[in-house]
């Protein structure tokens, strides 16, 4: 049944140009690595875009579970708007050397779980980028330069297109129902752009995933330097549902969603309440993050090291479904479909379960489900598809000029929903 529930939106997929590079994804690969953040410093809910020339700064910054400090290396590749290396020699894309230290790190305090953290920011004196576009940054042990330990996604823009979007519920397949379309227009007049409408890439996603961006070849139309897209299949989305929250800032009292706390040598373990299908309920407005997580201990003036690592238990009462997987999608979980973020469907409680290690804070999740032979998550079977629901929606704009070898990105722009 749900598997029928959601062939609209796999007619959609159809329509859609891939964007999704699965090797060049944000993730973590080593188990004693945890919470992973990529930043614009000073704007915590500002996607990870900086613009080249001026004082803004990406922040890296994540932890290794160890008594002692690691001594990392981190590289960059350049990519273009399809996440694939450009093929840019080093000396094209940086001034100096491709590779830094990271010599930022404090030792956690008080905590049962002993951890390092770790950050540092782009660009900074050791690498410092000249070109605007993708950029993959790939971090290793000093002594290991091929065994790549995380990988992370960050963005420069030269902001010389100035770009909006709009959302609105009434789509070109239904009205004030499951959907939200998009408007954007591209003012190219500062931008150098020969032909606005062959000469761009727009490239759309919904709250941070990336198994459902978007990308556009031409617009609809052009109106002088402008070029406007809107009335497009790939600018309609699955409007989803408001994200569930869960607190865990207090190991002495249950905090919004816990329902209890246990100790178990060496960690505290928070059992969530049971999670159900929202699908056929009707659509209820909570003021969420739209997929973020913040590390926060409520008695603390630097979480960044005194927040403790705790097993936090998800539970979904959600019959066993042959074949589709079920994951949890969230910043926390970096967005991608592996063992990590996956629910297992236990035969003895009849529920889909997970135990995560995660840092005390403030979080934001959905479950999504993927059928056989998908490539990226739906809302609708569990979620469900609530036209009111606010989501953010983010669009960058690339252009390659003639005879260049890369993907400029010339603009952005973030909005959430109208209704």
């Not at 900086?50 to 579970?65: H, K, M, Q």
């Not at 100035?162 to 954007?184: F, G, R």
């Not at 929202?278 to 209820?284: H, K, M, W």
Request: charged letters at 25%; hydrophobic letters at 35%.
């Amino acid at each position: 049944m749900a598997l029928r529930r959601i062939s609209v939106a796999l007619t959609l997929l159809c329509a859609l140009l891939p964007v999704l590079a699965a090797d060049t994804m944000t993730g973590v690969f080593d188990e004693n690595i945890k919470s992973l953040q990529v930043r614009l410093s000073g704007d915590d809910f500002a996607p990870a875009i900086a613009v080249l020339g001026t004082d803004d700064r990406i922040v890296v910054s994540f932890d290794e579970l160890s008594d002692d400090r690691e001594f990392f290396r981190y590289s960059l590749v350049h990519c273009n708007a399809n996440w694939q290396p450009s093929g840019l020699l080093d000396s094209e894309f940086l001034d100096g050397f491709n590779e830094g230290t990271i010599d930022n790190y404090e030792f956690s305090q008080a905590t049962t779980a002993h951890y390092v953290h770790y950050s540092f920011t782009i660009p900074n004196e050791q690498v410092s980028p000249r070109i605007s576009g993708n950029y993959l940054l790939k971090i290793y042990p000093e002594d290991d330069p091929d065994k790549t330990l995380i990988q992370v996604r960050f963005m420069l823009s030269e902001a010389t297109a100035h770009t909006t979007v709009e959302a609105a519920a009434q789509t070109d397949i239904d009205y004030n129902k499951a959907h939200q379309q998009l408007s954007i227009t591209v003012d190219t007049d500062g931008a150098q752009v020969d032909d606005p409408f062959n000469d761009l890439i727009v490239v759309a996603g919904q709250n941070g995933r990336l198994d459902n961006e978007r990308m556009l070849r031409h617009p609809l139309r052009v109106q002088g330097r402008k070029a406007i897209y809107e009335h497009s299949t790939p600018l309609i989305f699955e409007a989803g549902n408001e994200y569930r929250r869960f607190e865990t800032v207090s190991t002495n009292y249950p905090g919004m969603g816990v329902e209890s706390i246990d100790f178990f040598d060496p960690y505290y373990n928070f059992t969530l309440y049971g999670d159900e299908r929202r699908d056929d309920e009707p659509y209820v407005y909570d003021q969420t993050q739209n997929g973020r997580y913040f590390v926060r201990e409520y008695n603390s003036d630097n979480s960044d090291t005194e927040a403790d690592y705790v097993v936090v238990h998800f539970s979904l009462d959600y019959p066993n479904e042959t074949g589709a997987m079920i994951f949890l999608d969230g910043d926390f979980t970096q967005r991608r479909f592996d063992d990590n973020a996956r629910m297992f469907y236990n035969y003895a409680t009849g529920r889909y379960e997970r135990a995560m290690l995660l840092k005390q804070g403030a979080y934001n999740y959905q479950y999504l489900i993927v059928p056989p032979g998908a490539k990226r998550g739906y809302t609708n079977a569990i979620e469900g598809d609530k036209y009111q629901t606010i989501n953010e929606y983010n669009v960058r704009v690339y252009h390659r000029r003639r005879g260049e070898r890369y993907d400029r990105l010339i603009g952005s722009a973030t909005c959430r929903t109208s209704i």
